[in-house]
């Protein structure tokens, strides 16, 4: 039995296990994949304070080894679902049940892919889903941007401060955001925005060389020797715990800052939760927030 069980070793989770700890609590981390989550992708981080830069991998290596002395127990698998019975709460996944009286759900999110075979292997190495963690690298230097949502216009902004040129392409001839956001892009002199295209190959070995996009009429074009930003959306995977808590309309566990849900001893912390900003550090900050409620619940009920 466990006094805190978190689900999700990215950042977010692997803090939460840290507060966890040093307030003496039992503390197990279940992961699915691999440690770090989307920030161990990236190659280089330059935004975390007293690191003036730093790999996500090595970061998220750094924190894992910190709880790792700490005491916590860690296990490979997939939580499926999650019961709870007078004050105990059960998850299940694929290789076992683990049990625990309160639980932090830092499952993160994955951002939404062009499912194209070069893709994965071009990751930090020319293509980018952050513009505000990788934008700053190519200062001063043309980049290419594909999505027509709000993210993709927000960060068609943050880029056009920063870069000489950006080519913002849309699949159809209009966006799908704000109309205000809209108004400040299409006025942008360095923005060039390219309707009616969608991406269909990343050439290059071990970097990105160039894109090749299609227009509705099937012909097609290529831009060359510029990064890729993908801005098409990301995926929350919440829907099997929504008898818990409570998710938005799109996905995302319908909690704020306090990191509560609906049900007493389940919080949730990090990306995976409905938020405006989305980064490390605020990751990191809903794992202590998160953490310290867990820590304070389980004095309430022993």
């Known amino acids: 039995?466990?006094?805190?069980?978190?689900?999700?070793?990215?950042?977010?989770?692997m803090t939460a296990c840290?507060?966890?700890?040093?307030?003496?609590?039992?503390?197990?981390?279940?992961?699915?994949?691999?440690?770090?989550?989307?920030?161990?992708?990236?190659?280089?981080?330059?935004?975390?304070?007293t690191k003036k830069q730093v790999s996500g991998e090595k970061l998220s290596e750094e924190l894992f080894d910190q709880i790792s002395e700490l005491g916590v127990e860690f296990?490979?698998?997939?939580?499926?679902?999650?019961?709870?019975?007078?004050?105990?709460?059960t998850l299940t996944g694929e290789f076992g049940q683990y049990q625990g009286y309160s639980v932090i759900i830092a499952n993160g999110v994955k951002h939404r892919k062009l499912k194209l075979p070069n893709e994965d292997?071009?990751?930090?190495?020319?293509?980018?889903?952050?513009?505000?963690?990788?934008?700053?690298?190519?200062?001063?230097?043309?980049?290419?941007?594909?999505?027509?949502?709000?993210?993709?216009?927000?960060?068609?902004?943050?880029?056009?401060?920063i870069c000489s040129k950006v080519n913002l392409v849309i699949m159809f001839?209009?966006?799908?955001?704000?109309?205000?956001?809209?108004d400040l892009v299409e006025n942008k002199p360095n923005i060039n925005i390219i309707r009616n295209s969608k991406t269909v190959e990343l050439k290059g070995d071990s970097e990105l060389n160039s894109i090749v996009f299609e227009k509705s009429d099937k012909t097609q074009f290529e831009i060359s020797k510029t990064p890729l930003f993908v801005a098409i959306g990301?995926?929350?995977?919440?829907k099997k715990f929504e008898n818990l808590a409570d998710l938005d309309e799109f996905g995302y566990f319908?909690?704020?800052?306090?990191?509560?849900?609906?049900?007493?001893?389940?919080?949730?912390?990090?990306?995976?939760?409905?938020?405006?900003?989305r980064q490390v550090t605020t990751a990191m900050c809903d794992g202590a927030i998160s953490a310290t409620q867990a820590c304070n619940y389980l004095h309430s009920i022993k």
Do not use: W
Request: proline share 3%.
């Open 173 to 182: 001839d209009k966006f799908f955001g704000d109309q205000a956001l809209v």
């Open 75 to 89: 296990e490979f698998d997939n939580i499926s679902k999650i019961e709870k019975q007078d004050r105990v709460f």
């Open 1 to 13: 039995m466990y006094d805190i069980i978190v689900i999700g070793g990215g950042m977010a989770g």
């Open 18 to 49: 840290l507060y966890a700890l040093r307030n003496n609590k039992k503390t197990l981390l279940i992961e699915n994949s691999s440690i770090g989550g989307q920030i161990a992708q990236s190659p280089k981080v330059e935004n975390y304070p």
């Open 254 to 277: 319908d909690s704020d800052e306090t990191t509560k849900t609906k049900t007493e001893g389940l919080f949730v912390a990090g990306d995976t939760r409905k938020k405006s900003v």
């Open 121 to 161: 292997k071009l990751i930090g190495h020319g293509v980018y889903y952050c513009a505000i963690c990788d934008g700053p690298f190519y200062k001063d230097k043309e980049v290419t941007l594909v999505g027509d949502g709000n993210t993709a216009l927000q960060y068609a902004l943050l880029l056009s401060d």
């Open 234 to 238: 990301q995926i929350p995977d919440n």
